[in-house]
Structures are given as structure tokens and as C-alpha cells.
């Protein structure tokens, strides 16, 4: 049964009415990775995953929130003060916090979460929930939020409810997507265009590498500081630069012997990771798949040296894959530490390179690794009559 039609009835069991139904995706990045803290370029896309939150109100001052995939629930006051605790709940409990802080009001409801996004694959399942639990309370409430507007919550709620320093692409992509486009967007000025993706021959497949990561208490704020402190180093001889987006490699070069050679490390990743990103669109809308490929495999090079955010079984699929017919490019997609590979693929060659793939990583680390083949589809919307299966 599909998914959606299974939330409606198992949400009548529950409370006993008919909810409104909001669907948030998960996304996928073409390339720009760890670009956005440093106002930089990204290039996501929103995918056939997804979060979805069926909400209804009630008159008393509650929010009960069930959970399907965790089987739990959890009861608060949207009246009081909320304050962080642990888990999940977190998300619901930022989201309406910062809708607060924002002055508008938020009534009591019912709401029942499910999803098949799987959590901690790099595929922003947090920032989907927030997406969609934030549109569903403008829509419940009529709060009159901008997509805009929401995705900063979801952001902020990162920021001080889970102590993810991250930047904007997730929340950005998962409401602002459009069916067979990514979005080259600006993460300094906020503007941003759709680019078709409009290869017919070829699929995006994800490759889960099975190590799950959250990226609380990780090393991605570590990155966060160290981008920090090489631009403070490079701003003494140039006073206009606000973040690495400023930062030509030359500049760079001149100050390497002032910083960490880690710190020179990580800068350098981000730096030539922009310029990837302006050869990349541009490979994109030429349709030259085989340059946007070779881009791919650079970034990758790049995150797992230089940035360090990848990790053994991450390396071993996106050099795997390099290997396997009909693969144009392989990386390692997201925030890192684990999570998915994403791999452009030939259509044809889809189900020979899962096989591939799937064999060569049980015969190494004795797991079955997820193979996601994904659509780009249309970003956080409330579903009417429609039915996902
Ligand atoms: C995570 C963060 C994003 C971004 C990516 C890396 O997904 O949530 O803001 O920094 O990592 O590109």
C-alpha cells in the first residue's frame, strides 16, 4: 500500500481525523560540497524520498507527535519555553521553538511522522523532517512563512537545538525543489536558478556505504572552525574577504606558510571545490556529462584527502565505481564520515553496476550495500489526492 495512504489510516487510528499530509524530500548534490557555510555555490536536487508529516489540529495547548519508523511518541506544550533534549524529538521541538522566536503562534495538534528516507545516508532526512513539520505548521496554522523562511528554521533548529553548525543547502533544497532540475544557488546571496537535468540516458544512483553518521558532536564542525581560521589568517593582508568564497588560490598560496598545513588543506579543498562547481554547471548545461564526470572523481579526490571527511568504505565505491562500465562519475555525496556515494550512471548499465557494486563491497566488508536509483522531483508540497508508492 502506498505510503501515504498508509499514514492516512494509521493516522484516523491514532486520533481518530483526517490530516492534513505534507511531503519533504531528501535531496542529492551534484557537486559544491561544503560550500554553503562558506558562501559558496551548491548544486542540489530534490529526490523520490521522502519525510512526511500528517498533522490536525486540536483545541487544547499540545502537540502529540508519533513517529512510525521509531515507534515512539512524545507530548509538549507549544505554549511553554522548549528547551533541546535527546533524539528525534529535537527536530519538532526546534522547528516549533524558531517558528516562535519568528512571532507567530502555534496551536495544539496531532501529528504522525513516517518516511522512507534512510537516516544518517547523507541524504538530509533531518532536514526534510524539519522541512515538512515547519510547512505543515504554516499550512495547519496559516502562519504565512516563505519557503525561504522555513528553511531557515529547519537550519537554526540544526544550529541550537542538535548543535549542527551546517549550512543551508539541505533545508533549501528539500523546499525549493523542482521536477528534473538542480538548483545552482547562491549560498551568500540566496539567489538561485534551476538547471534542467535532463539526461534521458543516464540515472543518479546513490550507494549507501552502510556506515551511518550523524554529524552532531563530529568533525564537521571542526571544518567549520578550521574554513574560520584561514580566512582570519588571509584577511590580515586582504581586509574585504568575508569567507573562502572570497579567497582566490593565489591569496591562499601566498599565506600557506602562516597557517596549519590542515587548515591550508581545507581551504585549498574549498576553494578549487568552487571553481569545480563553475566548470561543472557549465559541463551541465553544455551536456558534456564525461566533464562533469571527471569533476565528480576531483571532488572526491579533494573531500578525502585534503577535507578528510570521508572514510574507508566511502573511498573503496567511489574507486570502485570509477572501474565499473557505464559510470561517468563517482563521489562521496553530503556532509561525509559515511552516508552515500553518488554515481552518475548509463541507463542501460544501471543493474549490471549495482551488481557490481554490491558484489565487491560484501566480499569486502560483509554487507549489502543500498543502491538507490533516484528521480529528481518537485521540493515540500502537500499531498492532496496524489499517491506516492
Ligand atoms: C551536510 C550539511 C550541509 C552541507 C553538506 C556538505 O549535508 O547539512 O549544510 O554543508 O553537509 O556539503
Redesign the pocket.
Known sequence: MAIVERLRKKFRELYGQEPIVVAAPGRV?LI??????NEGF?LPGAVDKRMYVAIAAVSEPAITIYANQFKESFTFNPEESLQPVSGWMNYLLGVTHHIKAAGKTVGGAQVLIDGDIPVGA?M?SS?ALCSAYGFALNELFNLGLSRMELAFIG?KT?HTFVG?K?????QFASLHGKKGHVMKLDCRSLEYEYIPFDFPDHKIVLVNSMVTHS?AGSE?NVRRQQCEEGVSIIRKSYPAIKSLRDVKLEMLQQHQHDMSSVVFDRCWYVVTEEERLISGCDALQHGDLDTFGKLMIATHNGLSKQYAVSCTQLDFLAERAGFIEGVVGSRMM???FGGCTINIVHTEMVDSFREKIQKSFEGLFKVTPEVYVTQIEDGTHVVNSEVFS
Not at 559544491?32 to 557555510?37: K, M, P, S
Not at 551546517?166 to 539541505?170: E, H, N, P
Request: overall charge negative; proline content about 0%.
Open positions: 548534490n559544491g560540497e561544503h560550500t554553503d557555510y551548491v547523507g538530509s532536514a537550519q540544526e549542527v551546517c549550512g543551508i543547502m539541505d554529524l564537521y553530503g556532509g561525509g
